[in-house]
């Protein structure tokens, strides 16, 4: 939830896309299982999912 409530967006355009959000969650992940897990993204990396005014 960290992710889409802004944290992702690490180029602070208002705006989170799938990568963003995948390589938040993908270091979190990572980090917290010792590297035992690494999500995958698969579909539009570049789809935004969210916009911020």
């Known amino acids: 939830m960290k992710g889409m409530e802004g944290d992702a ?3 602070d ?3 989170i ?3 963003e ?5 993908q270091q979190n992940v990572v980090q917290q ?3 035992s897990q690494v999500p ?3 579909g539009d990396a570049e ?3 969210v916009r911020f005014q």
């Open 47 to 49: 789809r935004v999912l």
């Open 17 to 19: 896309t799938a990568k």
């Open 9 to 11: 967006d690490v180029n």
């Open 21 to 25: 959000l995948h390589a938040y969650v």
């Open 33 to 35: 299982s010792g590297g």
């Open 40 to 42: 995958e993204l698969q």
């Open 13 to 15: 355009d208002n705006e």
